[in-house]
């Protein structure tokens, strides 16, 4: 400041002219960043999106489907089926922050002819936005984050709409990868510029996307086929070193999104239902997600609590999370190897593709190793819950267990198909059905109120019993 106001001092003892030469060059604050590459904001965007989207998984989702429960002291409305307007604010702020990022960093990309920074940015915006309209249901997309341009307040999309723009968003992307051309931007924190991964990528959520509308869409299984027919122009995911998976490394500004590692532990212990199907598998991943529950100072195993549990205190003290799961080093996952093989099981199993018993056990494989990095042994099929049934309540309880930590895939599986059958308790609310979506956050009535009442009247309301588009079940 003190040189700013000895510049302006002399000003006025000199002609305008003089002063204001080099006004810009003196005035400026060398820690801002006045022009943006496409890489820019390609960092920010992985690891805040990703660490958003695991601790709300771990608030929302993994609540909802009885995978960690707040006991005893915690709030613990959410498991009881509890939202409130508040419940969703995290996911919608932080959604609509970084597309807005995005929207700039695709602008940069498409000014600069960086068409793998233009690929990502669209696979990026894609992953984003449908974690928003599968939580919210119609939310502003076209008309969003265009402030600049005098769009204060957006309309609503309807979802359909919405998927149908990124579906094809996702298959320009795949279209865009340049493997020839070199990321000159810096190195990007997921897949080190890899741009061959990052293909995989696109297509993988492509497959994810496309499975999730399959009930309500008529070409989205002959399109999953068509993506896996053709391995060379749609490449995805197909070995554990090509999933999208962050890497915490600990290293500002990549770090653990706990700031604290004992408040993923206290006082959250371990669902009965999510622990009691580990337990009935013998399943090696038990000690790396959960503590051995305690009766009376001796360990009695792995033991959790039910849902929206009608005591406040048991005779025993219950599985606490374990928190080394956010000591960095630690991993958010994004789209695993687990997940692609459990997609391609599905199909297989409706008549689409081929070999539903291999890409159910591959599955399996893929997402206990991720967790204990050791090989699973072939006796752990020897165990009937681990075996393919032919069934899909089968595939989606084991991929229940797999898209552990990753955002809101288990919910969005359970509204899809109602797999796995959670158990109710009395003290549940909302007649113990399991709430369909969030509520809008309370803001969107002060400040958009037109368009929230008209997408809230086309939803059927702006209640947790609503279903977003492609929940038919």
């Not at 960093?105 to 990026?124: D, V």
């Amino acid at each position: 400041m003190k040189k700013i106001k000895i510049f302006i001092t002399a000003c006025l003892f000199l002609s305008f002219s003089s002063c204001t030469d080099n006004f810009e060059d003196i005035n400026t604050n060398p820690n801002l960043i006045d022009q943006i590459s496409p890489g820019t904001l390609l960092n920010e965007v992985i690891y805040n999106m990703a660490s958003n989207n695991l601790t709300n998984h771990y608030n929302v989702n993994a609540q909802l489907m009885q995978v960690q429960l707040s006991y005893p002291q915690y709030y613990a409305g959410i498991q009881r089926y509890e939202i409130l307007e508040t419940t969703g604010n995290s996911q919608w702020n932080a959604g609509y922050k970084w597309v807005k990022n995005l929207r700039e960093m695709l602008k940069t990309a498409e000014a600069e002819q960086a068409a793998n920074y233009t690929a990502i940015g669209l696979t990026l915006n894609a992953w984003i936005y449908s974690n928003l309209t599968d939580t919210f249901g119609d939310i502003p997309f076209s008309e969003a984050s265009q402030a600049e341009d005098g769009i204060l307040q957006p309309k609503y999309d309807t979802q359909e709409d919405i998927y149908t723009q990124i579906l094809k968003d996702l298959a320009t992307a795949n279209s865009l990868y340049d493997h020839t051309q070199t990321m000159n931007y810096g190195t990007d924190i997921l897949f080190a510029n890899d741009t061959r991964k990052w293909q995989k990528f696109t297509n993988s959520l492509r497959l994810r996307l496309l499975l999730r509308t399959s009930d309500v869409r008529s070409t989205s299984y002959s399109e999953m086929k068509a993506i896996l027919q053709d391995p060379v122009a749609n490449p995805i995911i197909s070995q554990a070193g090509d999933a999208a998976i962050l890497l915490i490394t600990g290293v500002t500004p990549n770090i653990s999104p706990w700031s604290r590692a004992l408040d993923f532990s206290n006082q959250h212990a371990v669902g009965e239902f999510f622990m009691g199907v580990l337990n009935d598998l013998e399943d090696p991943r038990r000690p790396f997600i959960a503590g051995q529950a305690v009766k009376n100072t001796v360990p009695i195993g792995y033991k959790g609590i039910p849902s929206g549990y009608d005591e406040t205190n048991f005779d025993y003290s219950p599985s606490y999370m374990n928190n080394q799961q956010v000591v960095a080093p630690m991993i958010i996952p994004i789209l695993t190897l687990a997940e692609v093989e459990f997609i391609q099981a599905e199909l297989a199993q409706k008549g689409h593709w081929s070999d539903a018993e291999g890409h159910f056990k591959s599955g399996i494989r893929a997402a206990t190793e991720l967790w204990t990095k050791q090989s699973l042994p072939d006796s752990y099929f020897n165990n009937p819950l681990a075996n393919y049934d032919g069934t899909l309540e089968r595939i989606i309880l084991h991929k229940y267990l797999a898209t552990y930590f990753t955002d809101n895939q288990q919910w969005s599986d359970y509204r899809r198909t109602g797999f796995p059958e959670l158990p109710r308790t009395s003290s549940m609310l909302n007649d113990a059905v399991l709430p369909s979506r969030l509520l809008y956050p309370d803001v969107q009535k002060i400040y958009n109120p037109s368009n929230y009442e008209a997408a809230a009247q086309k939803m059927g309301g702006d209640e947790i019993n609503s279903k977003v588009w492609w929940d038919i079940n």
